[in-house]
């Protein structure tokens, strides 16, 4: 974008720089063109000094072709950022200058587990890489991740200076916190399975039955299953991590960057041909459920899983209960974390092929069955086995059972005497072997933080949740201060129903009033003066009156040695389902 005239444009017309002789001269200051316009080279636009005054209408340059168009002026550099994702540009004059590429600490803090996008979704779109001059200011809904991507926007945001020339007002991006939410895929609950495909297994994320879209995918997942009922599926909220079972072998893979965590051999009980054929996750007791099968009988190890970097799972019980016929398969598994109890999927032969039963037990006795109901054959497949089952509780209690082809919604009534409805039914994003749900749930900041008195100058530090997901009976979760003064104190409030309407404290506001729970203390430790970090656990009840209840959090940071005090951030949350 050039911003000075055409050459053609700029030089006086020759026929006119001549004044005939018998006139006067023509004053310098008529004949020139004027100064803030384009400057005609003074060989072009000056008369002779021996020549007369020119006709006023032939000696002046034309206004209309000497000024550039404002539209085409340059934005300052400093106040022209373009969101990160819009700054992929020709390598000719549209690259972002590397130096411009990180957020300020104070606004782009996010959980290091929480920083990455996919791949494919970081690079804008080539015919954008340019700021128009009617675009000079940052669209206000780029300034923000978007809730299904956890990256934090680098500040990738300058256009290259020769693009830059705008009025100021027109090109500041407006000032909204840039930090990622930590939920996995935003506030809506997704199902997740491994896929069993014959070249290179998956893990795939999905909607529910009321959208169904595929969400994800995590490539090289294990090996193929050996059998058709091999496989299982298990969500772990207090890593955001899925469990995967080929059927030999049980993996935990964190859902958001499908980086595995660990891997080991399954423990087999009902002999060589024996395969996982389910997995469910108790969050509260740190207990990974397995359901294995072989024709006409089924067994259930129970692992502890408290802390699976260090050993993945270790054996803790294992029992042996019947199918509802000889030939009959345990295909999928469930857990109900409000009420501890397991939902076990069968298939058993029929005449045309298979019948799908669930079969309700105690998690402390899980292999006696309490009852059993009959899925309805408008869904699954009644000519081959099902393959997965999930459980999400929340307001209300639903199962989500499959045959790797189809997804069923079956709303439960009344668990104990198994009387079940059948629901929504939608199409699966792949052969699924194992079934489980993702929560969904949000969070936002709100203010920001500011010091008092003798403190260090800690201007990013911030409040984040850690330990996954706040579902019903997750004990990992907890909310942590971050680039706090490190060697103070960190005091944490708790507000029951969110933020309150705020007290104005300058460069801060407080949010929390009554109905608040706390204070809540822990030493801030770390390194350098405001590398400083405190966590403090907040286990979430396994009641389902909780589930959907809004939370707000905050801390007030001591300085070390009481020199003075400060005020975090607040972050607002939902509780989610299990």
């Given at each position: 974008m050039?911003?000075?005239?055409?050459?053609?444009?700029?030089?006086?017309?020759?026929?006119?720089?001549?004044?005939?002789?018998?006139?006067?001269?023509?004053?310098?200051?008529?004949?020139r063109?004027?100064?803030?316009?384009?400057?005609?080279?003074?060989?072009?636009?000056?008369?002779?000094?021996?020549?007369?005054?020119?006709?006023?209408?032939?000696?002046k340059?034309?206004?209309?072709?000497t000024?550039?168009?404002?539209?085409?002026?340059?934005?300052?550099?400093?106040?022209?950022?373009?969101?990160a994702?819009?700054?992929k540009?020709?390598?000719?004059?549209?690259r972002?200058?590397?130096?411009?590429?990180?957020?300020?600490?104070?606004?782009?803090?996010?959980?290091?587990?929480?920083?990455?996008?996919?791949?494919?979704?970081?690079?804008?779109?080539?015919?954008?890489?340019?700021?128009?001059?009617?675009?000079?200011?940052?669209?206000?809904?780029?300034?923000?991740?978007?809730?299904?991507?956890t990256?934090?926007?680098?500040l990738?945001?300058?256009?290259?200076?020769?693009?830059?020339?705008?009025?100021?007002?027109?090109?500041?991006?407006?000032?909204?916190?840039?930090?990622?939410p930590?939920?996995?895929?935003?506030k809506?609950?997704?199902?997740?399975?491994?896929?069993?495909?014959?070249?290179?297994?998956e893990?795939?994320?999905?909607?529910?039955?009321?959208?169904?879209?595929?969400?994800?995918k995590?490539?090289?997942?294990?090996?193929?299953?050996?059998?058709?009922?091999?496989?299982?599926?298990?969500?772990?909220?207090?890593?955001?991590?899925?469990?995967?079972?080929?059927?030999?072998?049980?993996?935990?893979?964190?859902?958001?960057?499908c980086?595995?965590?660990?891997?080991?051999?399954?423990?087999?009980?009902?002999?060589?041909?024996?395969?996982?054929?389910?997995?469910?996750?108790?969050?509260?007791?740190?207990?990974?459920?397995?359901?294995?099968?072989?024709?006409?009988?089924?067994?259930?190890?129970a692992?502890?899983?408290?802390d699976?970097?260090?050993?993945?799972?270790?054996?803790?019980?294992?029992?042996?209960?019947?199918?509802?016929?000889?030939?009959?398969?345990?295909?999928?598994?469930?857990?109900?974390e409000?009420?501890?109890?397991?939902?076990?999927?069968?298939?058993?032969?029929?005449?045309?092929?298979?019948?799908?039963?669930?079969?309700?037990?105690?998690?402390?006795?899980?292999?006696n069955?309490i009852?059993?109901?009959?899925?309805?054959?408008n869904?699954?497949?009644?000519?081959?086995i099902?393959?997965g089952?999930?459980?999400?509780?929340?307001?209300?209690?639903?199962?989500?059972?499959?045959?790797?082809?189809r997804?069923?919604?079956?709303?439960?009534?009344?668990?104990t005497?198994?009387t079940?409805?059948?629901?929504?039914?939608?199409?699966?994003?792949?052969?699924?072997?194992?079934?489980?749900?993702?929560?969904?749930?949000?969070?936002?900041?709100?203010?920001?933080?500011?010091?008092?008195?003798?403190?260090?100058?800690?201007?990013?530090?911030?409040?984040?949740?850690?330990?996954?997901?706040?579902?019903?009976?997750?004990?990992?979760?907890?909310i942590e201060?971050?680039?706090?003064p490190?060697?103070?104190?960190?005091?944490?409030?708790?507000?029951?129903?969110?933020?309150?309407?705020?007290?104005?404290?300058g460069?801060?506001?407080?949010?929390?009033?009554?109905?608040?729970?706390?204070?809540?203390?822990?030493?801030?430790?770390?390194?350098?003066?405001?590398?400083?970090?405190?966590a403090?656990?907040?286990?979430?009840?396994?009641?389902?009156?909780?589930?959907?209840f809004?939370?707000?959090?905050?801390?007030?940071?001591?300085?070390?040695?009481?020199?003075?005090?400060?005020?975090?951030?607040?972050?607002?949350?939902?509780?989610?389902?299990?």
């Amino acid at each position: 974008m050039d911003t000075r005239c055409p050459p053609s444009q700029t030089k006086c017309p020759p026929v006119q720089t001549q004044c005939p002789a018998q006139l006067t001269v023509c004053p310098p200051a008529d004949t020139r063109c004027p100064a803030e316009l384009t400057k005609c080279p003074p060989v072009d636009t000056r008369c002779p000094v021996v020549d007369t005054k020119c006709p006023p209408s032939q000696t002046k340059c034309p206004p209309v072709q000497t000024q550039c168009p404002a539209q085409l002026t340059v934005c300052p550099p400093a106040d022209t950022r373009c969101p990160a994702e819009l700054t992929k540009c020709p390598p000719v004059d549209t690259r972002c200058p590397v130096v411009d590429t990180k957020c300020p600490p104070s606004d782009t803090k996010c959980p290091p587990s929480d920083t990455k996008c996919p791949p494919s979704q970081t690079k804008c779109p080539p015919v954008q890489t340019q700021c128009p001059p009617v675009q000079t200011q940052c669209p206000a809904v780029r300034t923000a991740c978007p809730p299904v991507q956890t990256a934090c926007p680098s500040l990738d945001t300058r256009c290259p200076t020769s693009l830059t020339k705008c009025p100021p007002v027109d090109t500041r991006c407006p000032p909204v916190p840039t930090r990622c939410p930590p939920t996995p895929f935003g506030k809506d609950s997704n199902l997740v399975g491994w896929v069993d495909d014959a070249v290179a297994p998956e893990v795939h994320v999905q909607g529910l039955p009321t959208t169904c879209n595929l969400v994800k995918k995590c490539p090289n997942v294990l090996s193929t299953a050996s059998t058709p009922w091999a496989g299982g599926t298990a969500y772990d909220p207090r890593f955001q991590a899925v469990w995967s079972s080929d059927g030999l072998t049980n993996e935990l893979r964190g859902i958001k960057d499908c980086d595995p965590m660990c891997k080991d051999n399954a423990v087999l009980t009902l002999g060589s041909s024996s395969r996982v054929s389910g997995l469910a996750v108790n969050d509260r007791r740190s207990i990974l459920y397995q359901l294995e099968t072989i024709p006409g009988a089924f067994g259930i190890v129970a692992y502890d899983i408290k802390d699976p970097k260090t050993a993945c799972f270790r054996r803790i019980s294992a029992c042996r209960g019947a199918t509802l016929t000889q030939a009959g398969l345990a295909v999928g598994l469930a857990y109900d974390e409000s009420f501890d109890l397991l939902f076990i999927l069968t298939s058993e032969p029929s005449p045309i092929g298979f019948s799908h039963f669930i079969l309700t037990t105690q998690a402390s006795a899980p292999c006696n069955v309490i009852c059993k109901w009959q899925i309805p054959g408008n869904c699954l497949s009644q000519i081959t086995i099902a393959t997965g089952l999930a459980h999400e509780r929340c307001d209300k209690s639903v199962l989500y059972a499959t045959d790797g082809n189809r997804v069923l919604e079956i709303n439960t009534l009344s668990a104990t005497s198994c009387t079940f409805q059948a629901g929504r039914c939608c199409a699966a994003t792949g052969p699924y072997r194992g079934l489980a749900v993702i929560p969904g749930w949000t969070l936002e900041h709100k203010g920001t933080s500011c010091l008092f008195g003798n403190c260090p100058t800690c201007t990013g530090m911030y409040a984040a949740t850690v330990g996954g997901d706040p579902s019903l009976g997750n004990p990992a979760f907890g909310i942590e201060l971050n680039n706090a003064p490190t060697g103070g104190v960190a005091v944490l409030y708790h507000r029951l129903g969110g933020a309150g309407p705020g007290i104005n404290l300058g460069c801060a506001t407080w949010f929390m009033q009554d109905p608040i729970i706390g204070p809540f203390a822990a030493p801030i430790t770390g390194s350098g003066a405001c590398g400083g970090s405190a966590a403090i656990g907040l286990a979430i009840p396994t009641s389902p009156v909780f589930c959907g209840f809004k939370v707000a959090s905050q801390f007030i940071a001591i300085c070390p040695g009481f020199t003075g005090i400060g005020i975090s951030d607040a972050i607002e949350w939902i509780v989610a389902s299990s």
